[in-house]
């Protein structure tokens, strides 16, 4: 009698164990299909988009002495003269310098025209989305504009940025801003 107990004992234990595998299975597909169900970018922690997206550093970068940073509602392209023409939140900005092309044969100034409008195309798109910016900032700020003529020029220039293909894109500058042009409420954000 001795010799069944430890055989029916090993049976009943044997017996629970493979009872109780497909319900664990079962649990641990359930537990797996919710971890699917959870894209990858939502369980890790992404910080909040900045306002100004890829040109987020760059425009910091140009503010540091003050100026304002406000939102391009239109680009209109002049095809025939290479120009832009930039409209902002508080109106106007203006005609942008002429793009001139480069090149020593015909088919090279050809390819150089069709990368100005490209770039110019993928501006129109990026301001009519929402992702360019016309930023006024100080002339020291900007070692591009830097003017050791002797000029009276305004303290304040201008860039406009904008964000397509993943990067920021320089798209023009202004020389020099005339503080006394300016819609009064964008004059006042300068000194802010």
């Known amino acids: 009698m001795n010799a069944p107990f430890p ?18 299975a079962a649990s641990r597909k359930k537990n797996t299909r ?16 900045d306002r100004f997206l890829t040109c987020d550093v760059r425009v910091r970068d140009y503010l540091r ?16 003269r290479l ?4 409209h902002h939140e508080y109106g106007e900005a203006g005609k942008s310098s002429r793009k001139y092309l480069r090149g020593d044969t015909e088919e ?3 390819k150089n025209l069709r990368g100005i409008l490209d770039e110019f195309a993928a501006a129109a ?13 100080a002339r020291k700020v900007m070692p591009e504009f830097r003017d050791s003529s002797g000029e009276t020029t305004s303290p304040w220039t201008a860039i406009v940025l904008a964000d397509f293909d ?17 819609n009064p409420e964008l004059s006042q954000k300068l000194d802010e």
């Open 7 to 24: 055989i029916v004992l090993a049976a009943a234990l044997l017996s629970a164990a493979i009872a109780t595998m497909p319900a664990d």
């Open 34 to 49: 919710a971890l699917a169900a959870v894209p990858p970018a939502a369980s890790a922690a992404q910080p909040p988009a």
């Open 65 to 80: 002495e003050g100026g304002a940073a406000i939102r391009v509602t239109k680009i209109e392209v002049d095809d025939a």
């Open 83 to 86: 120009q832009l023409n930039i």
């Open 108 to 110: 090279e100034m050809r």
């Open 125 to 137: 798109k990026a301001a009519a989305a929402g992702r360019a910016w016309y930023v006024i900032a």
């Open 166 to 182: 993943g990067k920021c894109r320089p798209i023009t500058f202004y020389q020099s801003v005339d503080r006394n042009k300016l």
